[in-house]
């Protein structure tokens, strides 16, 4: 019930503080935008105001109304503070609390405070090794020896620790990427040189890999497609341009360390079931570094495995991979919103670790190295390399669009009710 004392200009003005703060957290935690509308829209009903708002890639402008009073506001600018899991969480019970009166503003303030200072739930050391071992993983999914999977797991150690680094020093998130791609890349390239006729291709992609975007690409996937046009073009746009300082990265250190890095993949298929229980190990380390709560963790693995392992299966029995990606990826969706339910956790929190993997990571990043050896090549470029780096590029936009429809139709498919 709305308090007299709420329609005052001076409780407006704390209700429109609050109202931008819980959905500028809500966006740099790793929720996409129909969420935090839904969470702002809560939050203004539960303070007794109506609030009209506008997301755009950089500010959330708002504007709030008790009677005849209003108040309009710009946020601070919007900037990640990481994908977190379980800050994400932590906001949606602030919510969810004011809204069933609970707490008050006062009180709501207070978490807030509390849910920004946490630290992260997992050490770093933890998340690094997790990470390294992910990237072990995919190279594994890439086809790769045993050798070169041990080498990923270097780079990925390197990757996580010097991203962790530049991130906390403010670093460019573009050249962050670059930097990042290149270091540990040429980390993976040099200690495979000890180890005669091993290919470097598997691990240098795995090790750009876990640097792709994938969340901000299938939360621009899942804006796009819910009419949130201009945040959803400028995520998709960001994470072009990370991707392409990525391949930029693995072109250099391939270059620096006498490695060919190929546009064509030549990796390849590792038997379904290890296929299912690398993809569970891949999904831990992701959700360790998404910081997932510990009891949620399993759902996580289970829904990677369920994801990326049914995709090779499917493609083991001649299902063409973008059908697959899409159909797995609403299955893992189906899943995640089961398991939130169940964990009272936000579906995103299973959904993200879970469809990752089958985010064309190495398709993206051989289209951005094709791309390079073409502006190198210029007219002199051979029409296979041509149709190859345009083959790459289509698959990649195609199999993101695949993975955030996926989880976009799994959403939907929880607000139909059956026909009694």
């Not at 990525?246 to 060919?260: E, M, R």
Request: charged share 10%.
């Amino acid at each position: 019930m709305t308090t007299p004392s709420l329609l005052t200009p001076p409780r407006l003005e704390e209700a429109a503080h609050l109202i931008l703060r819980v959905g500028r957290l809500l966006l740099g935690s790793g929720a996409d935008t129909g969420h935090a509308l839904r969470r702002i829209e809560a939050t203004a009903a539960a303070l007794g105001v109506e609030a009209d708002v506008f997301i755009s890639s950089e500010r959330l402008l708002l504007t709030v109304r008790a009677g005849a009073a209003f108040r309009t506001k710009l946020s601070h600018p919007l900037t990640s503070a990481g994908i977190s899991m379980s800050r994400l969480g932590r906001l949606d019970a602030v919510v969810d609390r004011l809204v069933d009166g609970s707490i008050d503003l006062g009180e709501a303030e207070r978490r807030l405070d509390a849910v920004e200072a946490a630290p992260p739930l997992y050490p770093g050391w933890l998340v690094v090794a997790a990470v390294g071992a992910t990237t072990a993983c995919l190279a594994r999914l890439f086809g790769a020896d045993w050798p070169v999977v041990a080498a990923a797991f270097l780079a990925g150690i390197a990757s996580t620790g010097l991203r962790r680094l530049l991130a906390r020093r403010g670093a460019n998130p573009f050249g962050a990427a670059f930097l990042t791609a290149f270091a540990s890349g040429l980390l993976g390239a040099l200690a495979l040189k000890a180890v005669p006729g091993a290919v470097a291709t598997p691990c240098l992609a795995a090790a750009g890999m876990i640097l792709v975007p994938g969340v901000p690409l299938i939360n621009g996937i899942s804006d796009v497609a819910a009419g949130h046009i201009e945040i959803g073009l400028a995520r998709l746009a960001s994470g072009t341009i990370t991707i392409l300082a990525i391949g930029f990265g693995l072109f250099l250190a391939a270059a620096l360390a006498g490695d060919a890095l190929p546009v064509s993949s030549g990796a390849g298929a590792v038997p379904v079931v290890q296929d299912v229980l690398v993809s569970g190990l891949a999904a831990f380390g992701y959700a360790l570094l998404f910081d997932v709560p510990l009891r949620a963790v399993w759902a996580c693995i289970l829904c990677g495995m369920a994801g990326h392992g049914l995709r090779t299966a499917l493609g083991a029995a001649g299902i063409e991979i973008a059908t697959g990606t899409l159909v797995c990826a609403m299955l893992v969706g189906l899943l995640a919103h089961r398991f939130g339910a169940y964990r009272r956790l936000p579906p995103v929190t299973f959904a993200f670790p879970g469809v990752v993997a089958m985010i064309p990571g190495s398709y993206a990043l051989r289209a951005a190295i094709g791309s390079l050896q073409l502006m190198a090549l210029g007219a002199a470029s051979p029409g296979a390399l041509v149709a190859e780096t345009l083959s790459l590029a289509i698959a990649a936009v195609v199999m993101t669009a695949a993975v955030g429809t996926g989880l976009v139709l799994a959403a939907a498919l929880q607000h139909v009710r059956p026909v009694r």
